[in-house]
Structures are given as C-alpha cells and as structure tokens.
C-alpha cells in the first residue's frame, strides 16, 4: 500500500489534497549487531512535486476532531436529522475535550413501542492511529440519518448509541494507540479509574444503566480486509 501525501502547493493551486505515492516501498527488519532487538523500517521514494513545498505523508487518509465537529454540527444545524438524532456530549476527556455521544432513533408512538427497542451501541477510534475507522463511521452515520427506507426501518427498530471518537486526546496529540494516561483504552474496559480513563469508564456506565437490551457493535481488528464485527449484549 502507498503512503499517502500532501502538499501544500498543490492543495493552494490545484484543490488536490491526499493521494497515494510512492515507489520502491520496503517494510523489512534492520540488522543490528549490537545484540538488542531489531526494529523494523519502512522506507520508500518519492518525487516531490514542487520545489520549496511543504508536504506531508499519512498511512491512512486522515481524520481529525474538528473533521469530527464539522459534521457533527452539520447534523445539529439539519432541521430533519434533528428530529431523530440529539447530540450530547457524554463526558470530557483528560484534557477536557468533549467525547461526543449521538443517540439515533425514529420518535415511538407508545410508551410500549419504545420500551421494546433494543440499544444498538457503536464505537470508533479507541486507537487514534486507525483513522479509517472514522471513515467507517461517517459512512454509517450517512446511512443511518438518510432517508433511506431501511435506515427508517433501522431506526424504528433499534436506538443507535453512537460514539464516534472515543480517544480524541490520542486522535488530536497524534497518538498512534494510547490516550494522553499512555495507556491503550482498548484494554481498560474494565476500569475503576475514573480519574484516568474517563472516556472509558462513561461509556461503560452509560451502557450499564441503559434501559435497553444492548448490543455491542465495534470494530474487532481494523487491519483485517473482511468485515469483522464484535458483538455482546445482555438484559438491563
């Protein structure tokens, strides 16, 4: 896979932003000799498009918070996604950036057609470095809040509790995995600290004290090609 680059030249004259490049692309162990474990490199070449550029390169296409927040408030400012989806912010982060929670479901006509929906509860970027797993997201966040006849259907059925961005600290400092504790969230679901982890600790006890039968769906292993889904639910 190519890295991606851009350049500032060209995003200024031309509107191009982030594309693939690159020739000669080498992933390999190096060879040290002083008796430590060896690291491994990844290099490549690359002809760059202008002289006196500034250029950047990525792995995946990037998405940062305010990509985040941009089209968050484009959902909060349309007068009929409005009326499905309510934008809340579920708690803050270490360094007080808000952890965005959306809750998504068609208005029920009985007290007892809301009490029989299920909790569908999704998250993305628990790892700041997977920036494709936003890109899951907004495509499904598209679907869900379109008019599609089955995101209605969808929703229905079901009250979609969505996070997201559940690192943003890791996602705006450029963390590859861990949050600004150095810790990898991902192996702290269990957590007591609230202190420390508390983007963690909130989405577990928003789950715990839902009202719903919850099913969990997150991305298991973002590097796999296959769509591949973890699911859990229980009896609240």
């Known amino acids: 896979m190519k890295p991606l680059l851009y350049s500032q030249m060209d995003a200024n004259t031309r509107n191009i932003g982030w594309r693939r490049e690159g020739n000669e692309i080498k992933y390999y162990k190096n060879n040290t000799d002083d008796g430590q474990q060896p690291f491994y490199c990844l290099t490549w070449t690359i002809q760059f498009p202008y002289d006196q550029d500034t ?28 009326q499905f989806c309510k934008l ?19 208005p029920s006509q009985t007290p007892q057609e809301a009490a029989a929906k299920k909790a569908v509860v999704l998250s993305a970027r628990v790892h700041p470095g997977e920036s494709n797993g936003s890109w899951v997201m907004k495509g499904f966040l598209d679907f869900i809040l379109s008019n599609s006849p089955d995101a209605q259907l969808l929703r229905d059925i079901f009250v979609f509790k969505v996070l997201p961005m559940l690192n943003p600290d890791g996602v705006i400092v450029g963390n590859y995995r861990c949050s600004l504790a150095g810790r990898d969230l991902n192996r702290h679901y269990k957590t007591i600290l609230k202190e420390s982890f508390p983007c963690i600790w909130y989405t577990r006890n928003m789950i715990k004290s839902s009202l719903f039968t919850v099913v969990i769906l997150r991305s298991k292993n973002a590097k796999k090609e296959r769509d591949e889904l973890l699911c859990g639910g229980w009896e609240s």
Do not use: K
Request: proline share 4%; hydrophobic share 35%; net charge neutral.
């Open 55 to 82: 250029c950047f390169f990525a792995h995946f296409y990037p998405y940062t918070y305010t990509d985040l927040q941009c089209y968050l408030l484009s959902v909060a400012n349309n007068p009929i996604q409005s």
């Open 88 to 106: 809340q912010t579920l708690c803050r982060s270490l360094a007080g950036n808000s952890v965005y929670l959306l809750t998504i479901t068609n």
